[in-house]
């Protein structure tokens, strides 16, 4: 064995060693204190670009979920207005039954036609009242709405479509604005035109649940598919910090030790002096 002074190979040697150990223990700190297994490109970068691109789908899922539940909710509005025009309707049907009966009178059929009158005035006025950021939805404008419902830009994939039809509920657009129960046979010929119009707004009701119904569904699947997504991303980038700590146990006892070493290793020289004395 050679004894130099000007070139000290242990003491490089054990340098070198202490220096790697120094990189990986301020890896692992990074992952521990970031929770993420890949904190720069470098850690994986297959991984890190597979993860990145699971988490941009992630984000969108949970705003296309919103999407799905506000849908919903212009949904609700659509559907309390016809709920109440539908019981509006029966009601004047019910007293249209009323005053098509001899069992009442002509004042009697003055005071029923009175509250018809006003009924009908109330239908008119929530179909136009019935409204959703400014639309109104009952009143006859073309209702047609599509709702992002996925995270691409493919129609049939990726959208819901509200198309409900005819959407109004008028008194005039169901066809009852002249219904009269002051008459017994005017009362009697405005039967047929209540059932009319109250299977025309059954109907609208029936494919404005269809659409809630769905749009329910697409939110739970939605929520599994983010829920399955969000844990296959978690596999490939968080970090196992039962592993991580086992790491940082090692090279903190490496560390420890090479600081010893190097200590050691420097000291190496000074057996060359004792060849000078």
């Known amino acids: 064995m050679s004894f130099t002074i000007q070139t000290n190979h242990l003491a490089l040697n054990a340098q070198r060693a202490l220096e790697q150990v120094e990189a990986r223990n301020a890896r692992t700190i990074q992952k521990l204190a970031t929770g993420s297994r890949i904190v720069v490109a470098a850690d994986d970068p297959a991984g890190l670009a597979i993860s990145d691109n699971m988490n941009a789908t992630v984000r969108s899922l949970g705003q296309a979920m919103r999407n799905s539940q ?143 119904n769905r749009l329910q569904v697409t939110y739970n699947a939605q929520g599994i598919y983010r829920e399955n997504l969000t844990t296959a991303k978690s596999r490939i980038k968080d970090a196992d910090v039962a592993e991580e700590t086992t790491n940082l146990t090692r090279d903190s006892i490496l560390r420890q030790a090479g600081v010893s070493v190097l200590s050691q290793a420097n000291q190496a020289p000074q057996l060359a002096l004792q060849l000078l004395r």
């Open 70 to 212: 506000d849908a919903v909710s212009l949904i609700q509005v659509f559907e309390g207005g016809t709920n109440e025009i539908s019981n509006m309707l029966i009601r004047v049907r019910e007293l249209s039954m009323q005053s098509a009966s001899d069992t009442v009178g002509d004042r009697e059929r003055s005071m029923l036609n009175q509250e018809v009158k006003e009924l009908k005035s109330e239908i008119t006025r929530i179909a136009r009242t019935t409204s959703y950021l400014d639309r109104e939805l009952l009143a006859g404008e073309e209702v047609r709405l599509e709702f992002q419902v996925g995270t691409g830009n493919d129609e049939e994939k990726d959208r819901i479509v509200f198309d409900p039809g005819s959407s109004d509920l008028t008194a005039s657009g169901l066809g009852v604005e002249d219904i009269d129960v002051s008459d017994r046979t005017d009362a009697q010929d405005g039967l047929e035109a209540l059932d009319n119009a109250i299977i025309q707004v059954n109907e609208l009701r029936a494919r404005v649940g269809s659409t809630q």
